[in-house]
């Protein structure tokens, strides 16, 4: 698509639009091409008229929260990027209830109740994600996931329709959900918490924190775990076992301390970091005859799909 493409939306919503946006400065892996256009609505009803503007200029648009779990192509993405912002940064809490727009950092919000004294987000305090992100991924840690925690989410349809689904309406299973599925977009999210006492709550995530910052690489730009574990084991063991630990491509290596995260180690690319994806599965494929699947969505064009599970939807530009 040329930027003339974009006339008309640029002119009706130029106030919150930038164009070739390096998608690369937007995800903590620091990898990505520009963006045609990149759009940061800053509430319901503005995001609402961008969507239902879009399909009538037949532009297709693609929802991005902080950028922590997302590979995007070196030839970035033709169409709109949509990064919620403004109001939806908000939350309230009414008695044990916790009132969350997408935007909002989940380690906010995470470490926002605990000083409220209302336990339950205290596993999302070592993700850096958006709420918006962690609720379509069903983001988890330390055994626990959103949907333990989730009462209901509001959310916007792919032609601009405001619906709220339960919990049990959202089909969560392991990283994953119908939010995903459908690409509705979520715009905020209630969650029950349950009284608990602060100092508490903080010696345990300080001792999660230490964990973490002792087994995964947090001072290199990532994107977490890249595979997702299959039924009984963990990818990082079958990584490691495979002898693929430290293994690098370009600029992208196979982190020396957690075989399941891939490290950028300067100015790595989409591509070496898909090939590494791809030779982890095709080794792990050979030795084990386990197939595994990425967690980390794709989004624009890539040669390699990520296989049946990850596979690149085009049509929508991430991967499911
Ligand atoms: C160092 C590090 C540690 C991590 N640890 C964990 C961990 O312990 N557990 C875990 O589960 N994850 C972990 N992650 C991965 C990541 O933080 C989570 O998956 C997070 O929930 C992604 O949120 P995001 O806002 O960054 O989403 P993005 O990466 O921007 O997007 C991810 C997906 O969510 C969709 N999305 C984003 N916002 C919305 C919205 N408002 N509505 C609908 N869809 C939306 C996108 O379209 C995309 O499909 C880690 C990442 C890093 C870098």
Known sequence: MSVDQYAQLYDQFKDIMTLNEPMADHTTWRIGGPADVFARPQTIDQLQELIIAAKREQVPFYLIGKGSNLLISDEGIRGIVIQLNGQFERMTFNDDQLLVYAAKGM???????MAHGLSGLEFATGIPGSIGGAVAMNAGAHGREIRDVLTYADLLTRDGERIRLSKEELGFSYRHSLIKENGWIVLSASFRLE?????????????????????????????????????????????????????????????????????????????????????????????????????????????????????????RGTSS
């Open 195 to 315: 009284p608990g006492d602060a100092q508490a709550m903080q010696e345990t995530a300080k001792s999660w924190a230490r964990r973490r910052s002792a087994t995964q690489p947090l001072s290199l730009p990532s994107c977490g775990s890249v595979f997702r574990n299959p039924q009984g084991d963990f990818a990082a063991r079958l990584i490691e076992a495979a002898g693929l630990k430290g293994k690098r491509i370009g600029m992208a290596q196979i982190s020396e301390k957690h075989a399941n995260f891939i490290v950028n180690l300067g100015d790595a690319k989409a591509s070496e970091v898909a090939a590494l994806i791809q030779l982890v599965r095709e080794t792990i494929a050979e030795r084990e005859g386990i197939l595994l699947y990425p967690e980390v969505k794709m989004m624009g064009d890539f040669e390699y799909g990520g296989g049946a599970d990850g596979q690149i939807d085009r049509a």
């Open 107 to 113: 380690v906010a919000a995470a470490y926002n109740a």
